[in-house]
């Protein structure tokens, strides 16, 4: 039963590891905990830096750090998949930036490219479809829109339809509930500002991810 431990700690430590971070610290000499939104993610870095360095670190946190754990774990320790989270947490709350960290986006799509593509493929139909829907070219609240809906299509076919999932899936719907959870409650933070904090305050970083808009 070490995996039960060794797992966790392997997946939580591959979660910290800051790309963002350690980019603009050592390409743009800068330190992005002190600029913009204060957290480590991509969002917070893409602004200064070029379209092909955004693919390279989206590669690293998607590919590397989301679904080459993910597809290697649910084929070798599919009875650990729940063991994911600790990908998110790292991310989030890395060991090597002081428990600071990104929102977890990147990260969460890669969990869902490496349990199953198909899945991935209704999350980035959905996000296309709240994207051009709204007025504001902004991806953020597409994408939270994307994840709280992709598991009720996904239940609702799987239960009654079976067009394309079965229920087989429902797995991967408790960790989308999981994922969706954990972004939400990433956005609540903020910055860390937590001296002026309302409902309106609220409202605008779960929807739009920022404290105004």
């Not at 408790?174 to 937590?194: A, E, P, V």
Request: glycine share 6%; net charge positive; with cysteine.
């Amino acid at each position: 039963m070490i995996e039960v431990i060794f797992i966790p700690v392997f997946l939580y430590l591959i979660g910290s590891l800051p790309t963002s971070y350690l980019f603009a610290k050592y390409f743009l000499k800068k330190n992005i905990l002190l600029e913009g939104t204060k957290h480590s993610g991509l969002s917070n870095i893409y602004s200064y830096i070029t379209f092909d360095k955004v693919i390279y670190i989206l590669f690293l946190d998607v590919i590397i750090k989301g679904a080459l754990p993910s597809f290697l774990l649910q084929i070798y320790f599919q009875d650990y998949f729940y063991f994911l989270f600790f990908l998110i947490m790292g991310h989030n709350w890395s060991i090597f930036l002081s428990f600071r960290g990104g929102k977890g986006l990147a990260i969460s799509i890669g969990i869902i490219i490496g349990l199953s593509f198909k899945l991935f493929l209704l999350l980035l139909f959905l996000f296309l479809i709240f994207w051009a829907c709204q007025k504001f070219k902004d991806s953020s609240l597409p994408w939270l829109l994307s994840f709280l809906f992709t598991p009720v299509v996904l239940y609702y076919d799987s239960n009654y339809l079976n067009l394309f999932f079965d229920l087989y899936y429902l797995n991967e719907l408790y960790i989308l509930i999981l994922l969706l959870s954990l972004l939400i409650f990433t956005r609540t933070l903020g910055d860390r500002n937590y001296s002026r904090i309302n409902l309106k305050t609220l409202f605008f970083r779960i929807i739009f991810d920022r404290d105004k808009i």
